[in-house]
Nanobody
Framework: QVQLVESGGGLVQAGDSLRLSCAASGRTLSSYAMGWFRQAPGKEREFVAAINWSGRNTYYADSVKGRFTISRDNAKNTVYLQMNSLKPEDTAVYYC???????????????WGQGTQVTVSS
């Protein structure tokens, strides 16, 4: 069993940056691929970024490519999402997830955090 806790969300202005963290407990994070997803009000949860267990391979949604960077520190059991050049359309609850493979398919992740709110004002 893996427990995931996201942090780092907040209210920022367009163009600002935020770094989200996802801390794991229960089992070592190095056993899992990790993903970040987000859900805006009235919309379905969507894929943001994913990273394989070693950190060597990363994947991004087209909407965040070039602005967001996913990384991990297995020694700290933590995954990060660096978000730069934030836009109002990035406003959502951001979730991290752990699974066997790095994928954009939410249903393939086994464990989820509770989410952290990111609000970007124009």
């Amino acid at each position: 069993q893996v427990q995931l806790v996201e942090s780092g969300g907040g209210l920022v202005q367009a163009g600002d940056s935020l770094r989200l963290s996802c801390a794991a407990s229960g089992r070592t994070l190095s056993s899992y691929a990790m993903g970040w997803f987000r859900q805006a009000p009235g919309k379905e949860r969507e894929f943001v970024a994913a990273i394989n267990w070693s950190g060597r391979n990363t994947y991004y949604a087209d909407s965040v490519k070039g602005r967001f960077t996913i990384s991990r520190d297995n020694a700290k059991n933590t995954v990060y999402l660096q978000m730069n050049s934030l836009k109002p359309e990035d406003t959502a609850v951001y979730y991290c997830a752990a699974g066997r493979i790095a994928t954009m398919k939410a249903q393939l992740y086994d464990y989820w955090g509770q989410g952290t709110q990111v609000t970007v004002s124009s």
